[in-house]
């Protein structure tokens, strides 16, 4: 049956069967980077750092390292990463345990698709393990994963593809064999390195033309991820 909203090349081009999915988690699974932004702007106001949100959006997809290189070259070698970070992470909480961290539309109704077709899945997220597991704790998909990969298990983060292929072979399933799932430049680049088709889902920022040309698809919501997989996997 016809997918009325599945891009027109996915269902004329014959596609590989989907075997595994990887999941992104901020901006893709939680509508987490709008609150993440907002915890860069006040731990720079609490040191005296002005950090505009179109700079803030610049780490989106970025590991800490990665982010602190960045910094550095805005502000100098001088400013206080670890302190910094602290304080960005202890804002971030606070939003949360105020209840303003949400599962982005279409999540759980795709994650039901996958337990009825036993389709494995699982996340490779830019995030630390504790912050990634605390968070799937509060909104109960922690135990909906067959793996996570966080930061900390992989030696090079996003836009390496480690973390994409460290949770694919966590799921046993080769990464031709998969479908990333992101949001972001950086996470799109891993997949896409990691040897997988990549479906991208704009959150905070739109796609580079590149990862326009190499993307599977540019879709405007889970949904239509959801048509993909009906179609394709097995």
Do not use: W
Not at 19 to 25: E, K, Q
Not at 127 to 144: H, N, P
Request: glycine residues 6%.
């Amino acid at each position: 049956m016809p997918a009325p909203n599945l891009p027109g090349h996915l269902v004329t081009t014959p596609q590989i069967s989907v075997r595994g999915v990887i999941f992104d988690m901020d901006g893709l699974l939680l509508d987490s980077e709008t609150l993440a932004m907002e915890a860069l702007i006040c731990a720079g106001r609490d040191l005296g750092y002005d950090l505009t949100l179109a700079f803030c959006k610049r780490m989106i997809g970025v590991p800490e390292d990665g982010c602190a290189a960045l910094l550095r070259d805005a502000f100098g070698n001088a400013f206080p990463s670890e302190q910094f970070f602290a304080l960005q992470a202890e804002h971030l909480r606070r939003f949360i345990s105020d209840g303003r961290l949400a599962v982005k539309p279409g999540v759980v109704a795709l994650l039901d698709l996958l337990d009825a077709r036993h389709i494995p899945r699982a996340i490779a997220t830019s995030s630390g393990r504790d912050r990634t597991e605390d968070q799937l704790r509060r909104v109960a998909l922690i135990d909906r994963f067959d793996a996570i990969v966080s930061r900390d298990d992989v030696t090079r983060g996003k836009p390496a593809p480690d973390p994409y292929l460290v949770a694919a072979s966590r799921i046993g399933v080769a990464p031709e064999l998969c479908l990333a799932l992101e949001d972001s430049t950086n996470g799109a680049h891993a997949a896409l390195a990691a040897g997988m088709r990549v479906i991208v889902v704009p959150d905070m920022i739109e796609p580079t033309e590149e990862i326009r040309e190499k993307a599977l698809a540019i879709v405007s919501d889970l949904a239509v991820v959801q048509d993909y997989l009906m179609r394709y996997a097995r």
